[in-house]
T-cell receptor
């Protein structure tokens, strides 16, 4: 079973619609992240959370919001989707107590906004 | 702020050796990571360097020079399955999250 799961894996929506991407993890990690990936731009951080009561903006948080419902769940919402939010979205987790604090990524959600 | 540069694309032949470079600028240093990402898939952790020098892990090695703001990933005995993007990443000043480079897309040809 995958340690970090994302739903849905693919989504096509229309401009102005509200959409939620969900991330769950069974790794027991305290830290969770949301990134988007665009061709030629690499991974860019949207939001991150170090525990249930901690939410922080990343590099490109405008137009997005998040919710950390539990240690294992971290959701990303697009309140009113626009075409330039078309991208591949990744959730990631890390363990503060690990030697490297490396990040473990989910399989990604491919979002298309028409 | 932080800035990371990598070549956009590289091509190499099966069985050969390839070196992928990464230069970075950061006001604080908390180590450097390399990730591998196959097309359409999640990035996976390859290596971590925090001290100067070479870290070897099987066919893959990673080098770091903190004074030069420079790292490279060395892939030996290239295989077709090594065709992927390779991402260089550095934690921010407080080690709270990562800044990723744009990635280098490596194509391994027969």
């Amino acid at each position: 079973d995958a340690d970090v799961t994302q739903t849905p894996r693919n989504r096509i929506t229309k401009t102005g619609k509200r959409i939620m991407l969900e991330c769950s993890q069974t790794k027991g990690h305290d830290r969770m992240y949301w990134y988007r990936q665009d061709p030629g731009l690499g991974l860019r951080l949207i939001y991150y959370s170090f525990d249930v009561k901690d939410i922080n903006k990343g590099e490109i948080s405008d137009g997005y919001s998040v919710s950390r419902q539990a240690q294992a769940k971290f959701s990303l919402s697009l309140e009113s989707a626009i075409p330039n939010q078309t991208a591949l979205y990744f959730c990631a987790t890390s363990d503060f107590q690990s030697s490297y604090n490396e990040q473990f990524f989910g399989p990604g959600t491919r979002l298309t906004v028409l | 702020g932080q800035n990371i540069d990598q070549p956009t694309e590289m091509t190499a032949t099966e069985g050969a050796i390839v070196q992928i470079n990464c230069t970075y600028q950061t006001s604080g240093f908390n180590g450097l990571f390399w990730y591998q990402q196959h097309a359409g898939e999640a990035p996976t952790f390859l290596s971590y360097n925090v001290l100067d020098g070479l870290e070897e892990k099987g066919r893959f090695s990673s080098f770091l020079s903190r004074s030069k703001g420079y790292s490279y990933l060395l892939l030996k005995e290239l295989q077709m399955k090594d065709s992927a993007s390779y991402l260089c990443a550095v934690p921010n000043n407080y080690g709270q999250n990562f800044v990723f480079g744009p990635g280098t897309r490596l194509s391994v040809l027969p």
